[in-house]
Structure formats: structure tokens, C-alpha cells
């Protein structure tokens, strides 16, 4: 037994490294080659070229193994050396088996539990939470079967402790059962400390992995442990604990959970010979996941596989479809005598491109006696489906970030298996297929009443299995019957008594529910209500449940989150205050307040001239604004535009020069109106109720200009990316081998794979524009930035029913946001499907959002009777009020919106005589209106002329200033939609995407003449 060396060593737990960010890094405009790329588990580091990436002060990890379950507790403590505040964000790929059960947050000085919330809730609270710079944390499922966990802030040159708590089953291992604790780091620790306990097994646990010295467990009857402790640690390889399992060793667990008593039995198999063969099939189906993400699968495992399988498997005909975001290729080989070079050739050379699409697969055109699927599982194109297979299946995984439940239950239902080489040979993966299995054939309540229990139908074993159920009574015998080539080996009883295998905790408890949500897997949003009950009922995370922390009591009560059952005393606090005070929750239906909404708007006085912005106090930004009072959010929003009764003003403040005049109102000093001028210090030294005069001094001339009405400068267009000069150079048949040689280098930076799309379409090759596009679905699990983008250019490239996929997938992440609702409309109305896209722009329109938000309802009732003046006769209004239907048709619209939250960008439209429509002067004499002017989201704002005037408009974009917490964000993707004659038969629509860097970039988008 040996112990890895510690000479270098990176270590951070299964949750990996703590990455850096202050927004996405995927919109950098510089290679990646720069960056860190993720390991195996994920790890990504990011800081500023002069700063000090985040230390690891010290790693405890606690493992205790009862049976085949392992609790591992890992404790970890980081120093932001640098002087700003950043937000860390941990990444956990899970192995098979694995779960998050618990996390814990350090709130002044001491460790705070996480509670487990909906998945929707926690996002949003932990949001709204972490823009007034309290501290929260969250853990969430993404799609990619990893979990995030979210913390901020971490305080300049101070340090924050994360507890992190995992279950999981063990693995098979060569001579038993293996615990696997992922240690590959490239940061060292300063202080590295190891707690193992192993119960309930005779024989001596032992560590097994390259490098190792000797070490040795401590045992004490059935129970072995084992410490260690080092300094300036640095793991290259994976720690891995063997137990031996001695036959007939079942351990049996009861715990007892909200009235609920839950078993688990530990059931070793019988020791039987399963060295008999099966037939040799004739007729083989390989469906090979060629997508992006395969890159990270083992390929020369997979390909080591194949060869010993077809050693096994002689002669077959054999059918390979290549399958990435659409069935690639479909080809028919013959092997013989084992010879399957020609297979393995095109297997190796294939292109791994584009996303994943599960749907894809023809399963039902299979006819072949096996079908071997070299996939992840995670579907990341495409639309939601249900595996369906004919024939018995094998899936064969070779990546440690695969969705492993959603596989291993498509493939038991067809009567196949789950092969994982990640965690077994080559040689035990070709015998797993190429011999008669043991089965558990039968699990029959001899005695006592069992509810729920799992497995419900016969399942193949190897050295063990876990049935999980619920004890209706204090006890139960179960018998249990195995089969090897559907003859009987063994038949047995387990007693269960809820006194004598009474446990502490809930181990039992999570890992039936975690079994329960395992079986859903098949059809995640199908099940996503049962999924969520489970992960809220019995306090684990999933797909559609996270873990948050919160500080204060208050924000507790003001999102409904009731606090750790470990704090009694603020529990008690929080059903307290809880009666009183009033929670903040989203709210539906409210058609009265959409209604006033609506009506305020209406009632908008057009202005004979141009009002400026005055300037608020953030740190140099102009806004007209007043200071809205959230309970959301600690910044300033956008006052709106209303109808002003003239108020009596008196020049208060008198300029230095320029003639500019500043007028306040005597009776309410809370709004000024500047004459002519954009930018005002708030320096004033006589103060607006003061009759004295007071200095004034100006940014720039040309924003008095602008305020003026006089037609802004024009910038050039969009800024070059590296790459562009080059891309552009190409011919048609060299764009895609280029982007093949080159695409290592930007693996983070979506532009990229946007331009070379884009290329390659103009260049009439609409198959590989469509595959480079679809890559975006890969480049992060779930980047709702990311995904509007590649959303948004499907529809633009006139797919609509696979941007319809896409805004699905992102109103599953992202649902607490009104731009989810807005792009799966418009995607819809896009498809043709008028009456659902009708149907979510109404439900857009009478929820309640975020402050962050305000007024986005008016653009949902814009587009929803848009819709309806087209479709009269394909929809139905009978829902929708009256008073919220109306006439939308104008000469001309613009719509501009973007792809980064708590961000300021501002549409500005030059009309014809020179006038600018802009935040600062929202309606024009010549019956230009633009939209309420958003500062803290994703837009959209739109200008409306009804009635065109004749001549050159000009559309702009600026990019007025953002809010964000993390570095590195890179260019924000805006996108502007020009309509001419909107809302009638003659409707002609512009799309023009753009991306806009820096903060003041000034960027023409396009011009039109009427």
C-alpha cells in the first residue's frame, strides 16, 4: 500500500480550482492560449495580466466509506492576494454515482449550511443578492453533470472557507470495490489533510495509484482509518481506496427522514464462475459521437476497446453512423477475422465537430443484434427526447463528465448496459459483453411491508448492488435471488430492522432519492416537477434544485428561504419576522398594473426639445435618473419617461460659460431639467434650493452636441477581431480545414466560431456553417449568453425550429428572466406557430419582473399584437383583455437588445433632420419615440416611428457602461432588428449583429432610407 508523492502536488478537491470571473471570459477577443485551460475536472483560473491568481491556503478532505457508499467531506480555504473584490466560482464534475448533498459558506467567522431551494429561486435570489455586495453562495447542477459553486464576495487579500459534502456509490474495481478521490491539480496547497474511515468490510482497505509510498490503515475490528498530512502539496495523480469485499458482507442501513423510514442494503453477489461466453453477434450498430465535446473522451481507450471486442467478435457487419448535431454519415463495414482496421481508421480521423444532438440518432432504423453508443449523454442540441431503442443497447462512456443515469436508464430498458471506461479496463469492459452476465433476477418481501423498492426489475450485478426501499413497519425479510444464464446460483434473505440497523444521518435517505432522480434522468424536462419535489423533499441538489447560503436574516425572509435547520436560533427568528414582513416574490396576472403601465405611456407628451441626461453619482455615467428604492438591487435605474406638468422653475445654477441654463423646481428638488447639456458635475456649491449662483462645468462639447439634436460623429464599424483579416482571405474550400487547424486557440471565444459560420455560409456551405454554429452549445454547460447568441443566428440563418430547441433549453436555465420568454416567442412566431408564440408573449406581459427590467412588459404586448395584426385568422385573443390589444402598425421599428446582464447599452437614431432619439430625448418633434431607457439588464429598447418622415436614418449603438463583477468578459454580442412597415402585410425585416467591446464605443450599425 502506497501513498502518492507528495514533490508536486496541485491539489484541490473533486471541486477543483477557483476560477476568476467578473463576467463570462467567453467573449475575450484573444486567443486562449493565454488562459488555463479546464482539466478533467474542470478547473478554470482567471485573473488580470498584474494579478496574482487565488491561493489555495488548505484542503481537508474527510472520507467515510460504509458499504458501497462514501461520504466525502472537503473543506477548503482560498486567499484572493490581489486589492479588488472577486467572485470565485468552483466547478464539480461528478463521477458516476456521485451527488451534492450538503455546502457550507464562512459568515463572520463561522460556517453557515447551505439549504437546498428551487433551482429558479436560488439563481435569482443569489443574484439580486450579490449586486448589493452581501455575501451569498450557491450550488447548481448544469447540464454538463458538473455542479457550480458560486461565491462572493472573496475581499481583497482576505479569505472565505467552502465546505463542499458528496455521496456516492462506490466504483468496480479489479479485486473489489474502489473509492475514487480526483486529486489532479496544477496549484499547490499549502496545508493538505486526509481523514479516511472504511466500516463494515474484514479485509484491509488499501490505496492504489501511480507514485506512491507506503502507507498503512489502522484497524480496529471491522473498521480501518488512515491520516495524512503534508505541506506544499501538489497531486498528479487520483487517490483510489480498494475494499476487498468478503462474500455474504451485505451491510443493511435504516435511517429515518420527515416520518419516512429508508433502508439500504449493501448486497455482495454470490461468488459464481461468469466466464461463460455469449453467442458472437452477426450484425453490429456503432453509433459514435463526433460532436465538440468527444474531444475529451478517451478516444485511444474507446479505439483499444473496438479492437479486443472484434478480437472477441470475429466476423460481423458492421454499421457506423456518425452523429454530432445531426446525423453526420451513415457507412457499412465488414469484419473479418478480427481485421477492422478500415473502421477503426475512419473512427480515429473523423472530424469531432458541432454539438450534441441524442435526437439524431435514428434508433428506430436499427436492426442490428447489438448496438454499441460511444456518447457522453448530454444533449446539448435539439430537442428533448427520450432514447428509444429496439435493440439491446451498450453505452460505452469514456469521459468522467458524462450523464451516466440518463444512459445507463435508456440502455437497461432495451436490455443492455452502461460500460464505463473511465473506471474499468478494456479487458473487463470486452468481458462485461462478451460473457453471460449475473443477474439479480428477483427481490421478493418474504416478511414485513417494503414500499418503493429499487431495483424493480431484474438487473445485471457484478460484485455488488444496492436495493433501496421504504420500511413500512420494525421489519423486514427480503429475499434476494440471482441467476447466471437464467438459472438459479443463489437465493438468500436480508433481515431489515429499523432498531437494529439504525443509522445517524440520512445516507439511505439521499441515495433513494438520488436513485429515484436517477430513473427520471430519461426525460429530465418531462419529469422536471418530480425532479425538483425529490430534490426539496429529501435536501439534495439536481438538475432542478441548488443549495444557497444567505448572511442576513432579512434576505431570508424577504425570499421565503427558510435558514439551516443547524442555526435553531435564526430558524426561529425567520418564522417570526417571517409573519410580518412582506416576502419578495414574483407575481402573475396582475393585468391592472400592465394596464397603468400601458396608459402611463400612452400619455407621454412629445417635447418641442431635445432634454439632457443630468449625471447621477456613479463614477462618471449620465442618466436621467432617479434612485429606485429595491429590495433587488443597489444601483440606479432609469426613471421613466411620464408626462410633466410644467412646473414653475428658477434658474437655480448658473453656467461658466456656453449659455446653458439648469432649472429645478423650488417646491420639489428631486428632478432637474438641463437645457441643452448631457453631462453635469453634481458639484454644486449653492445646491439647487440655494438662490445663490453655482458653478457648472462640462465633459465634452460634443455631448452638448448630442444633446442638441446634432448628428453624432460615426465611428467606424465593428472593431477587427485577430482573426478576421485572415478568415476573410479564404476560398471556399479552404475555410473549414483552416478553422480545424485554428479553433484550439479560441476555444473560449464564440466570435470566432460565429465568423467562420458566417464564412462559411457566404461561401454557400450551409451544412458546415451550421455544424461551426452549433459548437456553441458545447463551449460551456450551461452559458445562457452563449446560447441566446447561437439561438439568435439560427433564426437569422432561417432555422427556427432548432432556435426553438435552443430558447428552451436557455428557459430552463434562466427562467426568472423575461428574455427567455421573449426569444422562445419570437423563435416561435418565426416556426410558424403563431398561437404559442401569442400565448408567452401574454404571459410575459402580465408577470412581474425584476426591477432590473422595468417596463419590458410593453415590448411583450408590441410584439405579441404585432402577431396578431398579421395572424388574425391562425390565433385566438379570448384570454387576453381588450385594453391590452391594440394597434401596433408603423412605418419603421428598431429593436436592439444584448447578450450581458446588468449592462448599459443605448439605441440612438439619427433622423432625418439631424435629430438624435436617444435616452435623453426619448420623443422627437417629428413622432420618433424610443423605449424606457434599461441600464441593468439585457435590453430590449425600441424606437417607433408611426408615420416616417422622408430621408436618411441613421441606427447607432453605444456602449453607455455596465455593472459587472468579474474580469474579462470581452466584447458584449448586440444584436439590432430593423422592421419597415411593421405589423403590416408588407413587412420587411434586417437583422445586424454586432459586438461592442469597450465602454463609450460609439459604433454605427446600419442606415436606411424612406
Known sequence: ????????????????????????????????????????????????PDERPIEMKSVRVQTHIVGMRATTVMETVVYNPNNRVLEGTFSVPLVDGQVVVGMALDI???????????????????????????????????????????????????????????????????????YTLPMTMTDTV??????????????????????????????????????????????????????????????????????????????????????????????????????????????????????????????VAVRLDVVAHTLVSSRQYSVRN????????????????????????????????????????????????????????????????????RLRAFASATGGALVDLTTSTTAEAVRALSTVPLVLERIRVVDGTVSNISPSTATTVDLGTTILGMLKGASATIELTYTLGGVAVEQRVVLVSAERHARDGAMAVRQWAAMRVAQLAANRRANADSIAALGLHYAIVTPRTSLIVLETLADYVRYDIEPPASEPELVAQWKSHRSTL???????????????????????????????????????????????????????????????????????????????????????????????????????????????????TFDSVSLWQEAQGVKAQQQPKQPTEPWSSELQSLNRGSVYAWYLQ????????????????????????????????????????????????????????????????????????????????????????????????????????????????????????????????????????????KELLFDVTSDIRVVMDWDADNCDMDLMITEPDGVVCMYNNPRTPSGGKLSRDL????????????????????????YYGDRQQTYGAGATTVQVTVFRNYGRANETVQHHTIRIRNVRDHIDVTTFDV
Not at 478537491?13 to 475536472?41: E, G, K, N, W, Y
Request: with cysteine.
Open 935 to 958: 441600464v441593468g439588464g439585457y435590453g430590449p429598447e425600441e424606437y417607433t416611428m408611426r408615420k416616417a418622415k422622408k430621408g436618411r436614418f441613421v441606427v447607432q449603438a453605444k
Open 190 to 315: 499549502r496545508s493538505f489533510t486526509w481523514d479516511v474511515r472504511v466500516d463494515g468490510f474484514g479485509t484491509i482497505p488499501s490505496v492504489v495509484g501511480d507514485d506512491q509510498e507506503r502507507i498503512e490503515f489502522t484497524g480496529n475490528g471491522r473498521h480501518y482509518t488512515y491520516k495524512a498530512e503534508r505541506a506544499n502539496v501538489v497531486a498528479q495523480s487520483p487517490f483510489v481506496i480498494d475494499v476487498p469485499v468478503a462474500p455474504s458482507a451485505d451491510v443493511v442501513t435504516v435511517n429515518t427522514w420527515k416520518g419516512e423510514s429508508v433502508f439500504s442494503i449493501a448486497a455482495t453477489s454470490p461468488s459464481v464462475d461468469v466466464s461463460n461466453a455469449r453467442p458472437a453477434p452477426s450484425t453490429v450498430t456503432i453509433v459514435w459521437d463526433a460532436s465538440y465535446s468527444a474531444r475529451l473522451a478517451n478516444r485511444e481507450k474507446q479505439l483499444a476497446f473496438i479492437r479486443e471486442l472484434f478480437a472477441k467478435w470475429p466476423n
Open 742 to 881: 485554428r479553433r484550439a486557440g479560441y476555444e473560449r471565444v464564440p466570435g470566432f466560431f460565429v465568423d467562420v459560420a458566417e464564412q462559411l455560409r457566404k461561401h454557400g456551405d450551409s451544412a458546415a456553417a451550421i455544424r461551426v454554429l452549433s459548437t456553441l452549445a458545447e463551449l460551456d454547460g450551461e452559458n445562457h449568453r452563449v446560447m441566446r447568441v447561437l439561438g439568435r443566428r439560427l433564426l437569422q440563418y432561417g432555422r427556427p425550429q432548432e432556435a426553438i430547441h435552443v430558447f428552451r433549453d436557455v428557459m430552463d436555465i434562466r427562467d426568472e428572466e423575461p428574455q427567455s420568454y421573449r426569444d422562445l416567442a419570437l423563435a416561435l412566431d418565426a416556426a410558424g406557430k403563431y398561437q404559442e408564440a401569442v400565448d408567452m408573449l401574454f404571459a410575459m406581459a402580465k408577470r412581474a419582473w425584476d426591477s432590473r427590467f422595468p417596463e419590458i412588459e410593453l415590448i411583450a404586448l408590441n410584439e405579441m399584437n404585432r402577431i396578431v395584426s398579421l395572424r388574425r385568422a391562425q390565433v385566438t385573443t379570448a384570454g387576453i383583455p
Open 582 to 696: 412582506e416576502l419578495s416574490k414574483l407575481t402573475h396576472g396582475d393585468i391592472q398594473r400592465v394596464t397603468s403601465m400601458l396608459n402611463g405611456v400612452a400619455n407621454q407628451a412629445t417635447p418641442a426639445s431635445a432634454q439632457a441626461r443630468t449625471r447621477s453619482a456613479k463614477q462618471g455615467e449620465f442618466v436621467e435618473r432617479t434612485l429606485v428604492a429595491s429590495e433587488d438591487m443597489a444601483y440606479d435605474m432609469a426613471a421613466p419617461s411620464q408626462a410633466q406638468t410644467p412646473v414653475q422653475t428658477t434658474p437655480v445654477v448658473q453656467p461658466s460659460g456656453n449659455g446653458f441654463q439648469v432649472r429645478g423646481s423650488r417646491a420639489s428638488e428631486t428632478k432637474v431639467f438641463v437645457d441643452g447639456l448631457e453631462g453635469v458635475t453634481e458639484q454644486f456649491t449653492g445646491g439647487l434650493g440655494n438662490a445663490g449662483a453655482s458653478v457648472v
Open 108 to 178: 463572520n467567522g463561522k460556517m453557515r449550511d447551505a439549504v437546498v431551494v428551487d433551482k429558479s429561486k436560488g439563481r435569482a435570489t443569489f443574484e439580486a443578492i450579490q449586486r448589493r455586495g452581501v455575501d451569498p453562495a450557491l450550488v447548481e447542477w448544469t447540464r454538463d453533470n458538473s455542479f457550480k459553486t458560486r461565491v462572493y464576495p472573496i475581499m481583497a487579500r482576505q479569505s472565505r472557507t467552502v465546505r463542499i459534502v458528496l455521496e456516492q456509490d462506490l466504483t468496480q474495481g479489479s479485486n473489489g470495490f474502489q
Open 338 to 405: 478480427g481485421d477492422a482496421r478500415n473502421l477503426l481508421r475512419d473512427l480515429e480521423q473523423a472530424h469531432l465537430d458541432g454539438a450534441s444532438n441524442l435526437a439524431a440518432i435514428p434508433c428506430s432504423t436499427y436492426t442490428s443484434d447489438v448496438v454499441l453508443m460511444f456518447t457522453d449523454g448530454i444533449q446539448t442540441f435539439g430537442p428533448a427526447t427520450t432514447l428509444a431503442c429496439p435493440r439491446p443497447t451498450y453505452c460505452i462512456v469514456a469521459t468522467p463528465t458524462a450523464d451516466s443515469d
Open 1 to 48: 500500500m502506497k501513498y502518492p508523492s507528495f514533490a508536486s502536488v496541485a491539489v484541490l478537491p473533486v471541486f477543483a480550482a477557483l476560477s476568476l470571473l467578473v463576467q463570462d471570459p467567453f467573449f475575450r477577443p484573444t486567443p486562449l492560449t493565454q488562459q488555463v485551460r479546464p482539466s478533467r475536472l474542470g478547473i478554470i483560473a482567471e485573473v488580470r
